[in-house]
């Protein structure tokens, strides 16, 4: 799939990585019609495959993404396929039309396969958990996000109201401690931070890589994702 095919009107999500930190911004792909701003952006693009998406802010300002010394990656959920697809080395350019518009542009000459979701399949889960760094007995109350046989990402909703020591940094070695209601499962799982996103409203998520994959959480993975492919069936 080129970049360009995407649909109008459906989220894409575009990550920042420099100096071995990340970041993540969401958008909306646009659907440009008017012929002068096609050719525009094909100048733009310099006939490479191409979308558009609405501006990405922050604090009400469009932000002036970097173009030498970062990597970016596009992903993107096909609707109504529901294939995932992944872009890499993407060229992100702002652009402004003549009415005052302002966008971003994705540019990729690459044309990709769809990823295989059965490895990548993570599990939402939105319970509560149990945050505590290496060594320390100290620990911090954070909701676990999802998880996957090979990974996992919680939220910390307050960082303000957080002590400092608790707050991981990347590469960091962490525990985390949660279970499963519907099965009466727990766990505890150590794992390394590969990711941290820190959003507008005082939330960061932390994206971490289990230190080594678990059979027990493959397999309650599994087995949580075929009970709701069932009762999205019914």
Not at 91 to 117: C, M, P, W, Y
Not at 119 to 139: A, H, N, T
Not at 151 to 175: C, H, W, Y
Request: net charge positive; charged share 30%; hydrophobic share 40%.
């Amino acid at each position: 799939m080129f970049i360009s095919e995407m649909c109008g009107g459906e989220p894409v999500k575009l990550e920042l990585a420099v100096n071995g930190a990340k970041m993540e911004f969401k958008s909306t792909v646009v659907t440009i019609e008017d012929k002068k701003m096609l050719k525009a952006l094909e100048g733009i693009a310099k006939n490479y495959p191409y979308v558009v998406v609405e501006a990405i802010t922050k604090e009400d300002k469009v932000i002036g993404f970097p173009t030498s010394g970062v990597e970016y990656k596009v992903s993107y959920v096909d609707k109504e396929t529901r294939k995932a697809y992944e872009w890499h080395g993407v060229t992100v350019k702002q652009v402004s039309f003549a009415d005052g518009t302002k966008n971003h542009i994705f540019i990729s000459e690459k044309n990709v396969k769809e990823l295989n979701r059965r490895e990548r399949y993570r599990l939402w889960l939105g319970c509560d958990g149990l945050l505590q760094m290496g060594l320390s007995p100290k620990s911090l109350r954070v909701i676990i996000k999802d998880i996957s046989a090979t990974g996992v990402s919680f939220i910390i909703e307050n960082r303000q109201a957080v002590d400092e020591t608790l707050i991981p940094k990347m590469s960091a070695i962490i525990s985390l401690s949660f279970s499963d209601a519907e099965t009466n499962t727990k766990f505890k799982l150590n794992a390394s931070v590969v990711r941290i996103v820190e959003e507008e409203d005082g939330k960061m998520l932390f994206g971490c890589r289990l230190m080594q994959e678990s059979a027990a959480i493959a397999k309650f993975v599994n087995t949580k994702q075929r009970e709701r492919n069932r009762l999205d069936r019914q």
